[in-house]
């Protein structure tokens, strides 16, 4: 398969693209590099430097390098920036994906998978969360998320197309050579572990929630999993009927936010400097848990790497190997 890897340096799409490019594919990764970074473009990837909004530069793309398949991991993806800035996620996270459909649709491409989001189902009311449970987006990125997710499935539908919107939940962990470096970062993990290193003292957001020990529960899925499942979503689209597939990603198990601290003190082997802090704002429900029946079904895939040791335990290694991030991002704030 010849795949364009929309977003390709960034966190997701790098790793994605590694997986697919170890699997024998052939990838050309499309990114502005306005969060990514160059050196996380996989070896034997092309780099097409540009925006996803730029037609004439998608169809050209996809023809010069007679693409089969889109994984499109492209976006902006900062849930309290999403809040005060809306005007640049609606932009980038519907009109220029939008833009992009069209351009596939022009090229004659008819298969896509989507990085979509947990975040679709907003503060569920039960958890695990199936997909036909309400979609209920609580913040401006999830509502972006589902207003992708709604063109996808009507272009899918109109035009004959095979999609999979592959609804992340909480992503973690690095392949060998390639790791999370966002900036700013605002997951869990990496946090945490910057604060191992020698950085200042982690805050640990909320003990005040309806949740076992009082702080968030989420379900952490590692890198290399989530890689796999697009690897299986792409080769489903070639033999899917003319509708969206949507499939949650996560391991289908509860960590509380006490439970990650405490493991990634025992992966580092010291106390990490912290603090606990209030509640972050109104956009973090209590617990996010995913139902991954139908991935397990539809895609024939499971998580192999679902303990949260093995999953912190990757990211630091990656975090020990690169203490700067990547080289050519900004600095760490
Ligand atoms: N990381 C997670 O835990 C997580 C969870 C759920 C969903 N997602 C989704 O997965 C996708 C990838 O997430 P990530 O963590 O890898 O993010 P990331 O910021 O590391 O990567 C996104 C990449 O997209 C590029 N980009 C953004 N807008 C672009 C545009 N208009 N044109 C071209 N390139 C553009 C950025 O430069 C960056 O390299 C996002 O769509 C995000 O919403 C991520």
Redesign the pocket.
Known sequence: MRVLV??G?????SVSAERLIGAGHEVTV???????HRAAVPEGARLVI????DRQLVTNTVREDGIDAVLH?????LVAESMVTPEPYFD??VR?GITLLDAIHEAGVRRIVF?????VYGAPARVPIEEDDPLAPINTYGAT?LAFEMALAAYSLAYGWGSVALR????AGASESLGED?RPET?LIPNVLRAAAGGQPVTLFGTDYPTRDGTCIRDYIHVADLAAAHLAALELTADLEPQMLACNLGTATGFSNRDVFEAAQAVVGRPIPHEWGPRRGAGDPPALVASNEKARERLGWQPRHGSLEEIIASAWRWRQAHPKGYPDGVPES
Request: proline residues 0%; glycine residues 18%; negative net charge.
């Open positions: 929309t977003g340096a960034g966190y997701v799409g499309l990114d502005s590099l306005v969060k990514g540009g925006e996803v909004g991991c492209a976006g902006f993806s980038a996270n220029d990085s979509s989001s947990a975040s998320k992340y939940f909480n992503v966002h997951h």
